[in-house]
């Protein structure tokens, strides 16, 4: 290195590259907290979302790689508050479960969550059980879902948990006792 070159470095050292910075992650009345704050008062519903879900203030891959914001929120969602988003998803529940006002306030949080998560599509068996009113069986025919047996296998093998499982455990336990 030449002497000219070693001063203009000591004069202008190269740039040094920006911090990563992670966005603040807020979990269960944490998160609950933090949505009030920035939107307003919840619901008891878009409370139970928010604390299943989360709140994280900036933009980060979820655990399946999926670029997400906010209370979980996706694709189309993730440039909306949660409560523009809530309207969205309570709209669609009402679409797929004609009784949905008429459910108990479990029942309605279990519909949501699901819906919320995208675990309710029309052709599941489930969700045609439950418009029936056959309850318990759309709560059986609830965990037969991929996902969850999947993490259930894993849970047994590595004894690694996953929030989900609980999540569509309780989901089910709440629609058995509608």
């Given at each position: 290195?030449?002497m000219?070159?070693?001063?203009?470095?000591?004069?202008n050292?190269p740039?040094?590259?920006?911090?990563?910075?992670?966005p603040?992650?807020f979990?269960?009345d944490?998160a609950?907290?933090e949505?009030?704050?920035r939107e307003?008062?919840?619901?008891?519903?878009?409370k139970?979302?928010?604390q299943?879900?989360?709140?994280v203030g900036?933009d980060?891959?979820?655990t399946?790689?999926?670029s997400?914001s906010?209370?979980?929120?996706?694709?189309i969602y993730?440039d909306?508050?949660?409560?523009?988003t809530?309207?969205?998803?309570?709209q669609k529940?009402?679409?797929?479960?004609?009784?949905?006002?008429?459910?108990?306030?479990n029942?309605?949080?279990?519909?949501?969550?699901?819906?919320y998560r995208?675990?309710?599509?029309?052709?599941h068996?489930?969700l045609?059980?439950?418009?029936k009113?056959?309850?318990k069986k759309?709560?059986k025919?609830?965990?037969?879902h991929?996902e969850?047996?999947d993490l259930?296998?894993r849970?047994?093998?590595t004894?690694?948990d996953?929030?989900?499982?609980?999540r569509?455990?309780?989901?089910s336990?709440?629609?058995?006792?509608?």
């Open positions: 290195m030449c000219a070159q070693a001063q203009a470095e000591t004069i050292p740039p040094v590259p920006p911090a990563i910075v992670k603040q992650q979990y269960h944490g609950v907290r949505v009030i704050k307003g008062s919840l619901d008891a519903i878009q139970y979302i928010v299943h879900e989360g709140f900036g980060y891959d979820d399946k790689g999926v997400t906010g209370v979980g929120q996706t694709g993730k909306k508050t949660f409560k523009e809530y309207e969205i998803h309570k529940a009402k679409e797929l479960v004609p009784d949905y006002d008429g459910l108990p306030l029942g309605q949080k279990a519909i949501m969550s699901l819906i995208g675990d309710i599509k029309k052709d068996e489930w045609a059980s439950l418009n009113g056959e309850y759309a709560a025919e609830l965990l037969n991929k969850y047996k259930v296998k849970k047994k093998e004894g690694k996953s929030g989900i499982i609980k569509l455990e309780e989901a336990e709440y629609i058995k006792n509608i």
